[in-house]
């Protein structure tokens, strides 16, 4: 039997958490043959409701969970994991501004690093889905960074949400299956200024500007229908997405440890070495391959246009005021 | 690409749906090869939030899904399905008697049994989860029936969250891990008085009662723990069980397609011809095993000791009173 790859989660009770951890046990992450022990880390409130998360975990008795720690301890939550799900965050409330925001995460984000860094395998991986992600990732790397040398090529913030709203999207526009739209890549920061990239979209091998005629749909409707579908789904649930950003998480783990399909990419926050002349330093989703499932790299060479060069650089100036706000923390 | 299999959820929109639907989708119960559609079905104030479920999956782009429907009609939601996944009911309320309880759900099941038999694919296959599920599940088969000839062999109800949560029990008591326990058969209803058979059971292929050498923990405490475990997760969560529900709905079904492991069974509610004397006509949950994962089996010549069947007889009274108390609608 392989070793247990460890992965902790935080936020492991709320709607998301629930949602994720019962596929990661059941192998949707790693595959059908990797033995996986799941570290559950919640606020001490809610400690009372992981008790309870975690024996339905043991009521389903999956085959390859191999433990299953509770606790409300950061340092023994983040003890030897190999990849990290950073998924609690505060929600922004009303008459909250987005400084406020920032900092209260900020916080919690500093003292994960930190723990990270501290407790954590030689190989660890983090993967931050708690909003603002980008951001958040930023601050617990550079936390992280102070204790201990992580390379930055393992942080990562959480597009992949986009990226499938996005495909879900074009291809129903296109009248055809989603499994038909590749090469899409989501620019920049997880929040409605990303830019869902439909000039390098395809769809059955075909540029999307081919197969969707009504390029003012692109433009105009398309980036604001997939930049608000997170409030369009809480207007319709009267809850926010839980199980499809479970689903994204998984599809950013399961991308990044799985090699990619041969002329595709896919999307995620990583830490920016100036590639496309975007700002060096911070975490900017860009499109992204893996060989080998382990180390990853850019794709280089898309063309980014006029159109898109504006787009790019109105979420890379959101990310960098972003990062203004929290610079006491980096 | 293979036909897709079309399965209606009922209750889509509730938190065993929500768990459950998006694992069908991903392929977690038919394979990674097997394309389904699915038809979501709830009861018309649902449908808002339905459509948020519906927006959720979209925002999947889960390769194997190729059609949602939406619907509280349940003629339109059982057209053409293969699989029926019965898993609205209404739950039991305080002050609410059991006889109460039943007349309310036994009408719905009515409804959906016959919705079912006018409008189904020729090979449907009906599993409900609904509580109380047994009888729910002998309803709707009566009323099916009654319009058009789906054999008995087709019903189902579920019992495998029984058997999950006894494994992991005798796992736990035991100290090894829940994937060593086999052979646990859940007889009879599932509610408090299901018996988990822990006689017949085995832990590294060996009897448990072997294993576990404290006998009167599994003859006084084992049973109770399992019984009331829906309780104790309430207490904890304050919510019932939802992810280990709908896990165990999954685990039924791929059970049911897949070819059972040799020497092995699991455990469903079935149709009873008679097999270790259980009285015949009603559901009751049994040892079966598939060798091709169409037609299924009851397993014989397993021994019933006189404690087991004791066991077996008080869960087969529930049973008989609660067909007695719905023998209107039969």
């Not at 559950?40 to 409701?49: D, F, H, T, V």
């Not at 301890?73 to 008459?95: C, H, Q, T, Y």
């Amino acid at each position: 039997m392989k070793k247990p790859i460890r992965v902790a989660v935080t936020g492991a009770a709320g709607n998301i958490g629930y949602a994720l951890l019962f596929r990661i046990a059941s192998g949707a992450v790693f595959g059908p043959d990797q033995p996986v022990a799941l570290n559950l880390i919640e606020i001490e409130p809610a400690m009372k409701a992981l008790k309870g998360v975690v024996m339905e975990l043991d009521d389903c008795a999956f085959p390859l969970l191999t433990e299953v720690k509770a606790t409300c301890d950061i340092n023994e939550g983040f003890k030897d994991i190999n990849w990290a799900l950073l998924v609690g965050s505060v929600p922004r409330k009303a008459g909250m501004e987005r400084a406020d925001l920032l900092g209260i995460n900020g916080k919690i984000f500093v003292g994960q690093g930190e723990a990270i860094a501290r407790n954590a395998a030689e190989d660890v991986r983090v993967l931050v889905v708690g909003n603002p992600c980008n951001t958040n990732c930023l601050i617990a790397m550079h936390a992280a960074r102070k204790i201990r040398d992580i390379p930055t090529n393992r942080w990562f913030a959480m597009t992949q949400l986009d990226e499938a709203r996005a495909k879900a999207q074009l291809a129903q526009k296109a009248g055809t299956s989603v499994n038909k739209v590749s090469n899409l890549v989501i620019w920049g920061n997880h929040s409605p200024t990303m830019y869902a990239d439909f000039y390098n979209a395809k769809i059955d091998g075909k540029p999307v500007t081919q197969a969707i005629s009504d390029h003012e749909w692109l433009k105009k409707e398309f980036l604001p229908i997939v930049g608000k579908r997170g409030a369009a789904i809480i207007e319709a649930r009267g809850l926010s997405s839980a199980a499809s950003a479970a689903h994204a998480a998984i599809e950013t783990v399961r991308k990044l440890v799985t090699p990619t399909v041969k002329g595709d990419w896919f999307s995620v926050g990583v830490f920016s070495e100036g590639d496309y002349n975007v700002e060096k330093g911070l975490i900017y989703s860009m499109p992204v391959r893996t060989e080998d499932g382990k180390s990853w790299s850019i794709v280089q060479g898309l063309e980014v246009n006029e159109f898109s060069r504006e787009k790019l650089n109105i979420t890379q100036k959101e990310l960098m005021d972003e990062r203004d706000l929290v610079k006491g923390m980096l």
